[in-house]
Nanobody, 122 residues
Framework: VQLQASGGGSVQAGGSLRLSCAAS????????GAWHRRAPGKQRELVAS???????NYGDSVKGRFTISRDAAKNTVYLEMNNLKPDDTAVYLC?????????????????WGQGTLVTVSS
């Protein structure tokens, strides 16, 4: 399953961005959608995740500022980022896991997007 991530860009501190991650193929269900980020010189970290039952989880550094959501009909997961800080500068990677609606046997998938760059200036 291919993913298309979009919405990155450059903003000043305090600004907002909305990232999108859409699955391009015939999807039965996305049971987990997540955003990770990789900042220069740092390890990849989980930013936020959401399940198909809307259970969400956030990294400590983004709690209260970022919101993850999903549109099941569009097979898309979003990340709304508010009050951005320079420390949020990173490549943001989306990860979707679920099942393809293939016949005769449905297949599981675990796919990563290509990454979208977010740059926050002070």
């Amino acid at each position: 399953v291919q993913l298309q991530a979009s919405g990155g860009g450059s903003v000043q501190a305090g600004g907002s961005l909305r990232l999108s991650c859409a699955a391009s193929q015939n999807i039965l269900i996305i049971h987990l959608g997540a955003w990770h980020r990789r900042a220069p010189g740092k390890q990849r970290e989980l930013v936020a995740s959401t399940t198909h039952t809307a259970i969400t989880n956030y990294g400590d550094s983004v709690k209260g500022r970022f919101t993850i959501s999903r549109d099941a009909a569009k097979n898309t997961v979003y990340l709304e980022m508010n009050n951005l800080k320079p420390d949020d500068t990173a490549v943001y990677l989306c990860n979707l896991q679920g099942w393809e609606n293939t016949q005769p046997i449905r297949r599981p998938f675990n796919s990563w997007g290509q990454g979208t760059l977010v740059t926050v200036s002070s």
